[in-house]
């Protein structure tokens, strides 16, 4: 919803384009923390009622960030926000326990074609919002759909029988959030302390030690936030590697796209795109999520989940790869942005369904937690990474970013699309059963 208005948030606030990322990074940092919680709060307590609590916490965010006075007060607010994040992994958890198995994959597409083309949409919406209205509108409009949500979603979705008991991790939650802020501070403030200076050395190493810590205390963890377990199960652990890669590919394509649009012509590449321009310049990959999530879950369910994983990802290498060698040209914009609509469309529905494939129903929130987990990561690092090298490399002393910043960024999106399509061919299928007895819950 906020792509369009990133340039927006930069002039208002005057800060730079790494700091302003936050707007978008920062969700992603809460919703990696607050998705594995949310999730294991749903395995025990009930999905339905968890997935309530998340869209709460996203109408608050939303409320308050139309309220905020500079962008510190705008990130806290988007990172209350973030905790909605969670609205994913139990959506498709609730798909998993209610449907029957020859209808979840499409069901599973479905979802993701939905939530694709909604956020999709939103994109266009919010540069028309920001063009005649003003950024604030974005999170007041943004609001009533998710009050809406809240009360379709007591009113018909109905409370998952499936119970596992579990408790919650809040060692690892800290030392999570620990090891990705110190991560996107580094990225962050790299090009104004210098990418050897001992601050940012420092972070760098804070970061690694809380990552590495934070393995430690899952490991050992009775009731982890991120069941590291799972990975030595090799269809899971290869399907999250995927994701995380993708997630970095995915990412940094998308932060790209709006300012490579709107930045003038006269500096040699752009459009000088206005918000709305800048959202009809991703319409084409709301469009094609549309038809390619379910038309995933439809090959999935004949032919195995990881072949449209494998080609989804293929799809998003091909888009951005042409972003990244032919970009002079409107049409040039909208074939890429299509490319990429249908390979995230058919990728994040196959993503759901290997998981869905391979686990346990009483370990589903888990299980999709830690997928969105390790997507958002790849997802906050592909973010930084884009916006440190748009304020890296810059056009003479201003701080306009030169063409060489995006095309470096879009070609290092399409080797990591590549590479999670290699990954995706090699994923077997071999569910994972660890004897774990779900238990019924009592209906309401």
């Not at 995230?344 to 993503?351: I, L, Q, R, S």
Request: contains cysteine; hydrophobic residues 55%; aromatic residues 10%.
């Amino acid at each position: 919803m906020v792509f369009p208005a990133l340039g927006t948030f930069k002039e208002e606030f005057g800060t730079s384009t790494a700091w302003t990322t936050w707007v978008l990074t920062g969700f992603l940092v809460s919703a990696a923390v607050a998705t594995p919680l949310l999730g294991r709060l749903g395995d025990q307590f009930g999905k339905e009622r968890l997935l309530l609590v998340s869209l709460g916490l996203f109408l608050a965010g939303c409320i308050g960030a139309a309220l905020a006075w500079d962008i510190w007060s705008l990130i806290a607010f988007r990172v209350l926000s973030g905790a909605g994040g969670a609205l994913f992994p139990l959506s498709f958890a609730i798909i998993r326990d209610e449907f029957p198995p020859e209808k979840m994959k499409v069901g599973i597409g479905l979802l993701s074609a939905v939530f694709g083309v909604g956020g999709g949409f939103g994109i266009v919406l919010s540069g028309v919002i920001v063009d005649h209205l003003s950024w604030r509108w974005l999170f007041i409009l943004g609001s009533i759909p998710v009050a809406a949500s809240i009360a379709l979603v007591h009113r018909y979705v109905p409370e998952s029988p499936v119970r596992s008991p579990s408790r919650i991790d809040v060692p690892g939650a800290l030392l999570l959030s620990g090891a990705l802020v110190a991560l996107m501070v580094a990225l962050t403030e790299g090009e104004d302390w210098g990418w050897t200076s001992p601050m940012l050395l420092g972070l760098v190493f804070a970061s690694a030690a809380c990552f590495l810590l934070w393995g430690f205390v899952e490991a050992r963890s009775s009731s982890p936030m991120v069941d590291l377990r799972m990975l030595a199960h090799r269809p899971v652990l290869l399907t999250n590697i995927a994701t995380m890669i993708s997630g970095f590919a995915l990412f940094s394509c998308f932060v790209l796209v709006p300012a490579f649009v709107e930045t003038e012509s006269g500096h040699g590449y752009g459009f000088g795109a206005t918000a709305t321009e800048a959202g009809l310049f991703l319409l084409p990959s709301s469009v094609a999520m549309l038809f390619a999530g379910p038309l995933a879950g439809t090959i999935g369910r004949r032919v195995g989940s990881k072949w449209p994983l494998a080609g989804g990802m293929l799809v998003v290498s091909l888009g951005a790869l042409l972003f990244a060698v032919a970009h002079d040209e409107h049409w040039h914009v909208y074939v890429a942005s299509a490319l990429l609509g249908i390979g995230v469309g058919a990728a994040f529905a196959a993503m759901a369904a290997l998981i869905a494939e391979n686990v346990d129903a009483a370990e589903m929130g888990v299980a999709s937690g830690m997928n969105t987990v390790v997507r958002v990561v790849g997802s906050v690092i592909g973010g930084q990474v884009g916006a440190a090298l748009l304020t890296a490399k810059t056009i003479g002393s201003s701080s306009i970013p030169a063409e060489s910043a995006f095309t470096t960024t879009f070609a290092l999106s399409a080797v990591a699309a590549l590479v999670a399509a290699g990954i995706a061919v090699s994923i077997g299928a071999r569910p994972l059963r660890r004897g774990l007895e779900p238990v019924e819950a009592h209906s309401r």
